[in-house]
Structures are given as structure tokens and as C-alpha cells.
């Protein structure tokens, strides 16, 4: 648990931790440079169980891989100092943890709150969050937005070392880990039951850092998803043709993924060529009976989002196997 100038929500988190029904464990506390009393509100609960170590460097990732280093276990569970554990999350977590080897990464529905201050897109994502549930979801979805609240998660240290920690760079550092844990082959899921109450304010890293940013998601992901095994010897075709869109797809291209069309419902863009590829309406994807192309749904309003893959399905592509959203 990194702890950065957490004083006023350290209370309410720590209590939560040390109620847990699952009661052998520790807390490796990681001060990230504090300057309030969060050391001392730490200290005061004199449990034999809580350990503080000193980040001499300075940020997140430092502060993330010196705890994951200091932890004991193998099978590490990731806590916010400003957020709420239900008394049996780690309990749950661990079971599924020890009763199936296979898995890498366990995390939980989360609920974000104070609920009066979370806007209508957050609401939506966390929606789609908690219904992205199976080691298939995942790998459906991972492209659509991080599928985890980091503060959920359950995973075993040794995979996670193996692959590098969390790397430093100008990307959301947990995203990126999710994605090369995916990249690598590891199996992560989630549990369908809400375990923790993840805390939302203005003063959240993902809210004041340009490593957040919709720019940094684009490009962690055109990294990953260029590497990915079902894209490998199939001609790729973008659906969305917009302007916006296609500045979105240029991450992509840059990095050598050229579409052989774009597929788009606005008849002003039909016709038109793109990057050396023209734009068809959706009826052209069920026309290449020869060689089914690979279709990268890049629309992101959700509704409309939906209705591609309604149309996908209709017209015998499979998610997953056929085309992926990415958003």
C-alpha cells in the first residue's frame, strides 16, 4: 500500500484492513514522501502485523515495486490509502488464489464512491468494469479500458517479477501490467461480487497526470495490441471513419498495422480512401466470403458500440476470434 499525504482517509483504510477475516497477513506500508501525519496514523495502531518502509525515491512506480520487493508472500494483494476493504475480500481472493495455480491475477468488483461526485461517463465505465468478469472477457475487452481497480487486485509476485514489476514511463503504470501480463499469457479474472470501495476525488493521480491521459492510453495500447496473436497474418480493417478516429487508429499505423478498409454508416465518407484504403459501409464485411478480415471496432459511444457488435455477430464474426473494441 503506497501512502502518499493520506492522513485524512488512512483511518477509515487501515480499519478495514485490520478487520479482515482473513487474519494472517501483513501490511507493507510504502511512505511515498509524505508530508502530513500519515506516518504517524499508521504507527499508532501498534499492530505487529503492519510494517513501514521509506521510499528514498520519489512516485508510484518506485514506491509500488520497493513494496512488492518487501513483500513476504507470494500472493500480493494491492490496497489504495484511501480506499475501503469489505471484511472479506482477502479472504475470497485467497481462496481462489490457492485453489486454482493457474491463475495470475484475481480482482474484485469495485464501487466508487462518495457516489454523489461520480459523473455519468464514470458510472458507465464502472459498469462496464464489474460485467468484465472471465479470463474470456478479458481477453475480449482489455483494448476497451483498464478491466481492473487496481486496488482490487490479487496476484502472485513471482509472474509479475518475472515480467519486470511495474515499469516506469508515461502510461498508466497498472494498465500497462495487465497488459503485458495478457501479452505474456497469464491468466487473470475477477470476482463477480463487489469486495472494495474505490475512492474518487480531484486529487488522484489518474485525475493530475499526463501518464493518465487519453493520449497515453492510446499509445500503451496501439504497444500491445500490434503484439497481439490474433492479429498476426489477417488483413485489418478499422470501423470508424471520423476524423477522431482516425487519429486514434495513426497509433497503430505508425507502428505497422495498415488497413485494407474502413467501415463506417455515414454515406459522405463512403468512397473515400484513407491511409490507402477506402471506406465501405458495414454490408462489405459480410461480402469477403474468401479471406474474413479482422475488424478493430474503434466507435466508442457504447450504445452505438453495441450495435457493431450486434451487427458483427449477425454477420458471423466472432469476438475475440474476429474483431475486437478497442476505445
Not at 500500500?1 to 480499519?15: G, H, Q
Not at 507493507?28 to 513501514?52: F, G, H, L
Not at 496476484?155 to 495487465?178: A, I, N, Q, S, T
Not at 487519453?214 to 497474418?233: C, H, N, P, S, T
Request: glycine share 4%; aromatic share 10%.
Amino acid at each position: 500500500m503506497p501512502v502518499f499525504n493520506a492522513e485524512k482517509t488512512l483511518i477509515e483504510c487501515l480499519d478495514s484492513i485490520l478487520d479482515q477475516t482473513l487474519e494472517e497477513f501483513e501490511l507493507v506500508a510504502v511512505n511515498d514522501n509524505s508530508t502530513d501525519r500519515s506516518v504517524e496514523v499508521i504507527r499508532s495502531y501498534n499492530d505487529s502485523r503492519i510494517s513501514i518502509i521509506e521510499n528514498q525515491q520519489k512516485g508510484i512506480v518506485s514506491a509500488l515495486n520497493l513494496g512488492l520487493h518487501s513483500c513476504r508472500s507470494d500472493l500480493v494483494a494491492r490496497m489504495d490509502a484511501d480506499d475501503v476493504m469489505y471484511v472479506d475480500r482477502l479472504k475470497k481472493q485467497f481462496a481462489v488464489m490457492t485453489d486454482d495455480a493457474s491463475i495470475t491475477l484475481c480482482a474484485t468488483q469495485a464501487r466508487k464512491f462518495p457516489e454523489e461526485i461520480i459523473k455519468a461517463g464514470y458510472a458507465e465505465y464502472m459498469h462496464w468494469q464489474n460485467a468484465c468478469l472471465s479470463k474470456q472477457d478479458i481477453s475480449n475487452q482489455i483494448y476497451i479500458e483498464s478491466p481492473f481497480a487496481h486496488p482490487s487486485v490479487m496476484f502472485r509476485k513471482h509472474r509479475v517479477m518475472e515480467l519486470g514489476g511495474y515499469k516506469e514511463g508515461e502510461f498508466p503504470e497498472d494498465y500497462e501490467l495487465w497488459l503485458r501480463l495478457f501479452n505474456a499469457g497469464k491468466h487473470m479474472m475477477k470476482l463477480d461480487e463487489v469486495l472494495i470501495d474505490w475512492r474518487e476525488s480531484d486529487s488522484r493521480l489518474s485525475r493530475t497526470s499526463s501518464r493518465y491521459s487519453d493520449v497515453a492510453f492510446e499509445l500503451i495500447r496501439a504497444e500491445y495490441l500490434v503484439k497481439d496473436w490474433r492479429l498476426q497474418g489477417r488483413k485489418i480493417v478499422f470501423w470508424g471513419a471520423g476524423r477522431k478516429t482516425r487519429q486514434r487508429t495513426q497509433y497503430l499505423i505508425d507502428r505497422g498495422i495498415k488497413p485494407v478498409a474502413w467501415i463506417d454508416i455515414d454515406n459522405k465518407k463512403i468512397g473515400k480512401q484513407y491511409n490507402g484504403a477506402s471506406v465501405f459501409l458495414p454490408e462489405w464485411l459480410r461480402q469477403q466470403h474468401n479471406e474474413r478480415p479482422f475488424v478493430l471496432n474503434y466507435v466508442r459511444n457504447h450504445g452505438v458500440r453495441d450495435l457493431c457488435r450486434q451487427y458483427l455477430d449477425k454477420a458471423g464474426y466472432v469476438m475475440g476470434q474476429d474483431y475486437l473494441d478497442v476505445a
